[in-house]
């Protein structure tokens, strides 16, 4: 709390009493804290690719080039590397853009068995590499108000998240509902599962269950929350339930609204 506080004189210039204004300055404090923290997570996140890309450079540059052999090898990592820097940049940027409060989607009428067909053959070839069986259950009329560029978002964070959080040979089923009301996403896994202390927070910024283990995974920490944010500018939801090696399951519901740039 912040206070701030003056005195009250009479005519005859005597104190008569004082004014105090106490500030509830919480919300306040908290943002800003939320700020720097957002910004030594993006500082932390971009300067661990960058460092390993100097020093396989480097390497390279002190004669490591003359060999073939790791000529391709450094070159490769310093390529996956700026690539995951490339990704994060991008996600901080849908994010930001989505931050903003004039933000507004660019309605127009959606045909979702479209857009899974349109990332079909990205997740395919995810699934695959780690032998994963996919499965996709969709009704017939699934038709949104919406942005096709922010459905194939939420759908691709959730199918790469379930593929990266599930071992090889598990299986991951996206299921398609058009219910009364809603549209309803379902992506389930029989991955390794979210800590039930972990639920509440893994739709913030940069939050990760194992930052050792999630690292591996090249995600960026940002996908649920790019996630949560688009759902929400749908006036919709998005909820988890898990179990430890187990799996996970995500259900996102889009409310079918008549003409959502009206009402
Ligand atoms: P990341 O880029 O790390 O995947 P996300 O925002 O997409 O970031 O997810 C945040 C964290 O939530 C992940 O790091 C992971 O720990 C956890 N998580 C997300 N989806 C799953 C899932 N299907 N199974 C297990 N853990 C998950």
Do not use: C
């Not at 709390?1 to 919480?26: H, Q, S």
């Not at 903003?100 to 079909?120: A, R």
């Not at 759908?155 to 379930?162: E, Y």
Request: proline letters at 3%.
């Amino acid at each position: 709390i912040e206070i701030v506080g003056a005195p009250i004189f009479n005519e005859r210039e005597m104190l008569k009493g004082a004014v105090l204004l106490l500030y509830d300055i919480t919300h306040l404090k908290r943002l800003e804290l939320m700020r720097k923290d957002f910004v030594a997570n993006v500082s932390h996140e971009l300067k661990t690719p960058m460092a390993s890309m100097t020093g396989f450079a480097e390497t390279l540059l002190n004669g490591a080039k003359h060999d073939p052999e790791s000529l391709d090898r450094y070159l490769t990592i310093i390529y996956d590397e700026s690539s995951r820097m490339e990704g994060l940049v991008q996600d901080l940027l849908t994010l930001s853009k989505l931050e903003k409060e004039e933000f507004q989607i660019t309605w127009e009428t959606v045909d979702l068995n479209q857009v899974v067909s349109d990332i079909k053959p990205l997740i395919s070839q995810s699934a695959e590499q780690k032998e994963i069986t996919l499965t996709f259950d969709l009704d017939e009329n699934l038709i949104l108000q919406t942005d096709s560029e922010h459905m194939e978002q939420i759908l691709i964070n959730l199918l790469i998240n379930a593929i990266s959080y599930t071992p090889e040979q598990g299986k991951v089923d996206l299921i398609l509902k058009n219910e009364d009301d809603n549209i309803h996403f379902k992506v389930k896994d029989t991955g390794i599962g979210i800590p039930e202390e972990a639920i509440p927070r893994i739709f913030e910024r940069f939050y990760r269950v194992d930052k050792a283990r999630s690292q591996n995974t090249g995600g960026t920490g940002l996908g649920l929350a790019i996630a949560k944010h688009i759902v929400e500018v749908h006036d919709g939801s998005i909820t988890v339930e898990s179990e430890l090696e187990k799996g996970s399951v995500f259900d996102v519901y889009l409310p079918k609204e008549e003409d959502p740039a009206l009402s």
